[in-house]
């Protein structure tokens, strides 16, 4: 397994990244209170995205360890999902459905799937599988 690299950090929100051969996961932790959602964080998902796309990669999105998003947090996640979609990279949103908030808003983003399961939504609860 790769090494985390803190890729974000503003003291309330941390992202890290594990770039394995196959997969190219983003996990996200504590509380997304970002105001400029936008400028911060779509800027990282679509680096990351082209990342994978270059290296032959599934981009993994992974917010089971976050405890709190604001709703300007979510239009990024909606951005990359639609990018991806239109590309040919493979998005898989991790969320944890034991959280009444994680999959009443994420479960709402499942319009983006695909037939195919290139774009996936998975709430397969939290990192120790509960």
């Not at 400029?36 to 290296?55: C, H, K, S, V, Y």
């Not at 239109?86 to 999959?103: D, F, H, P």
């Amino acid at each position: 397994m790769a090494d985390l690299k803190e890729v974000f950090n503003d003291g309330t929100l941390k992202i890290h990244m594990q770039d394995d051969a196959k997969v190219l996961t983003l996990h996200l932790s504590g509380k997304s209170i970002i105001r400029d959602a936008m400028d911060t964080l779509l800027p990282i998902f679509m680096e990351q995205l082209g990342r994978a796309q270059e290296q032959g990669q599934k981009l993994v999105v992974d917010f089971r360890s976050v405890t709190y998003m604001n709703s300007s947090s979510f239009a990024p996640v909606i951005k990359v999902l639609e990018k991806a979609r239109i590309g040919t990279t493979a998005l898989l949103v991790r969320y944890n459905s034991r959280e009444k908030w994680q999959e009443t808003s994420f479960s709402a983003l499942t319009i983006f799937q695909t037939p195919d399961g290139r774009i996936a939504l998975n709430g397969d609860g939290d990192e120790n599988g509960r």
